[in-house]
């Protein structure tokens, strides 16, 4: 089948490199001008696995879909031309000693809306040290076991160049602006994705959701998990890379101002990061970097197919948690695949 993907992002990119394996002609259209362009969602994110914590603000339903997508990122990595950091040895929730009380009720939370049997195990202080040796700064914390974390950015680059050497045919420097039931712009297809993100208005009810982050270079300081702060305010996560890069992040504004990072932000981020992490104090910033979380009125995501068309969209801040069970979801919907293998 010949068909035609609107939008080059983590849907966009996952879409082509499953799609061309499978034997079908691709072709992706984006007003990027070139693989690299940094404009979808997808580069920004800090690509935290977090099925359990954030049951926060979801609900049991993402969390099995996030569990899902862990075992194919899994097996999506392992086929890739091109390394990713992928990581999936859970991460830490922490909280000071004044924090406990509202740090719990979270932790309630997260344990009444997960699945059976996954819940925080509290680690005592020795056990920390053998996890992370290198952090000090908070006086409880508990591990998520099997969450993990993806370099996105190595991701993005590597689903794009394993998309292209299985085939898909990339169109850069085009925006789509008329997308129907198999037919892009006047060019027809057997099937159309339409996973444009914010820019599928107005065919889609969509929204940005302001979204702020840092790259710090802290040499030495040896983290190896994603860590998150419960706190009654300040909520930051701090995301290992390779290279000695940190990850702080990260805002959520209502606003589509996709201006550089506000002082607010930038000193609010970097103090809680600070707080659970006093090591940084001597990191650098190297990089900050804002973008639009694509978001639907309730803040789910939604797959709508019908002949000829499907819309994917409102993956808001889960794309990367549940991106690969959506795709392999939409998929099975259609005459054109078997799931993963
Ligand atoms: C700061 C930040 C942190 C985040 N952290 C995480 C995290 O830790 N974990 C997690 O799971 N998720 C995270 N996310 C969310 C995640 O990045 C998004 O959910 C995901 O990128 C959405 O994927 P998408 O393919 O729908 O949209 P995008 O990745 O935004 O891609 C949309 C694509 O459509 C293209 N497009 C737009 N208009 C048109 C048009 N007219 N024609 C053709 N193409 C068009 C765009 O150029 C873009 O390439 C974060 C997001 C942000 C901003």
């Known amino acids: 089948m010949h068909i035609g993907i609107a939008g080059a992002g983590l849907l966009g990119r996952l879409l082509a490199w499953r799609l061309s394996g499978l034997g079908h002609r691709v072709t992706v259209f984006d007003p990027a001008p070139d ?24 609900d049991a339903h993402m969390a099995t879909l996030g569990l899902r997508s862990l075992d194919l990122w899994v097996r999506i990595v392992a086929q890739l031309p091109l390394p990713v950091d992928f990581r999936r040895d859970g991460s830490l929730l922490l909280a000071h000693a004044g924090d406990l009380g509202s740090a719990q009720r979270l932790l309630a939370l997260i344990a009444a809306r997960a699945p059976a049997g996954l819940t925080p195990e509290p680690l005592s202080p020795a056990r920390l040290r053998s996890l992370e040796p290198g952090l000090h700064g908070a006086a409880h914390a508990w591990l998520l076991g099997g969450e993990g974390q993806i370099h996105t950015v190595q991701a993005m680059q590597a689903l794009a160049q394993g998309a292209s050497d299985r085939g898909t045919r990339w169109r850069w420097s085009h925006a789509v602006r008329e997308l129907a039931p198999g037919c892009i712009d006047g060019d027809r297809f057997d099937h159309v994705f339409d996973v444009r ?16 982050i840092l790259w710090l270079h802290a040499p030495g300081l040896e983290l190896r998990r994603a860590l ?20 702080v992040g990260a805002s959520e504004i209502e606003s589509e101002d996709r201006s550089p990072i506000s002082v607010r932000t930038l000193l609010s981020l970097l103090s809680a990061a600070h707080s659970i992490v006093p090591q940084l104090a001597e990191a650098r910033v190297v ?22 068309l499907t819309r994917i969209n409102g993956l808001f801040r889960h794309g990367w948690l549940i991106a690969p069970a959506l795709v392999e979801d939409a998929l099975h919907e259609l005459p054109i695949e078997e799931s993963v293998s």
């Open 287 to 308: 990089h900050s970097e804002t973008n639009l979380r694509p978001a639907l009125p309730d803040n789910l995501p939604r797959v709508e197919a019908r002949p000829g």
């Open 228 to 247: 998150r702060l419960l706190h009654p305010r300040s909520r930051v996560y701090v995301v290992p890379r390779p290279g000695d890069i940190v990850v």
């Open 197 to 212: 993100g914010v820019g599928a208005r107005p065919d889609l009810q969509v929204r940005g959701v302001r979204g702020e």
């Open 35 to 58: 693989a690299q362009a940094r404009g979808a969602a997808g580069w920004t994110a800090a690509g935290m696995l977090s099925p359990l914590a954030e049951l926060e603000c979801s």
